[in-house]
């Protein structure tokens, strides 16, 4: 979650929190570096890395691997893809606005910007390919799946109503627009095999589970209609059993 977004409490030292793709490591960016966590111990969190220098308004983590990708809010326009074990950088990029969202895969790196998204083949970080022109994104939100051969990107296909674009990023290309919500999109998550998405809507008042790519309803979850909320974040449990909310 990027934090330097939300109106919070403007002392505080973190920009950005959010786990790796198994939650098996958390990553934190402050206003002086990043930190990574381990999380095989849950009594008491300790850093395995601590790097310092920078606003790093987005970190994120390759898995377990020492791959992680990163922005600093003093250049927000800029990528930089570091091993952060070997204290090396391997490569940057920049491009034409802002860095809103990165999603890693064990083969995409995705950067999303307001209304492009570029795609990267994570092997040696070239552009496969870029998504322009999509309606305005200003939170960067965006879905990556993980799984190999589910490789499956979502991103919101209206800034008008609640419709989600579900592209191939392995074979780069569409594969279906999902009539999601009636409101605009406020939350996106696949399951880890990639074969179901989550989504809600600015309203907070329906969570909708779709099959992929069939684009299909499978399951409607209400948690009332007297009271609208701003669903942060959607996870699925890492065994598919269980949908977690937060708000």
């Known amino acids: 979650m990027n934090l330097s977004q939300e109106a919070g409490d403007a002392s ?28 095989n111990v849950l009594d008491r969190l300790e ?3 601590e790097k310092e220098g920078g606003e790093v308004c987005i970190i994120e983590r390759l898995f377990s691997s020492s791959l992680v990708a990163m922005v600093e809010l003093s250049n927000p326009r800029k990528l930089r893809v570091c091993h952060f074990k070997k204290n090396s950088e391997i490569c940057t990029y920049s491009y034409p606005d802002t860095i809103l969202s990165v999603k890693l895969s064990r083969q995409r790196l995705v ?20 998504i322009r022109d999509t309606p305005k994104n200003p939170s960067g939100l965006c879905a990556l799946s993980v799984d190999n051969d589910n490789g499956y990107l979502a991103y919101p296909g209206s800034s008008q109503n609640g419709e989600v ?26 399951n ?17 589970v779709f099959s992929i790519p069939q684009g299909e309803k499978l399951l409607e979850f209400r948690r009332g209609m007297k009271r609208f ?6 996870s699925f449990s890492m065994d598919e059993m269980y949908l977690v909310t937060s708000s």
């Open 165 to 190: 674009q579900v592209f191939d990023a392995v074979n780069l290309k569409a594969v279906a627009a999902v009539a999601a919500h009636d409101t605009t999109l406020a939350a996106l998550a696949f």
């Open 12 to 39: 505080s030292e973190l920009l950005f929190v959010n786990f790796n793709q198994d939650a098996t490591s958390l990553a934190v960016g402050t206003k002086n570096g990043y930190r990574l966590f381990p999380l």
């Open 192 to 208: 880890t095999s990639g074969t179901k998405l989550a989504t809600a809507s600015t309203t907070g008042t329906v969570i909708r």
């Open 111 to 130: 950067v999303v910007l307001r209304q492009n998204l570029y795609l990267h083949n994570i092997r040696d970080m070239k552009v496969m390919h870029t």
């Open 47 to 49: 850093p395995s890395f």
């Open 229 to 234: 909320i701003h669903i942060n974040c959607l």
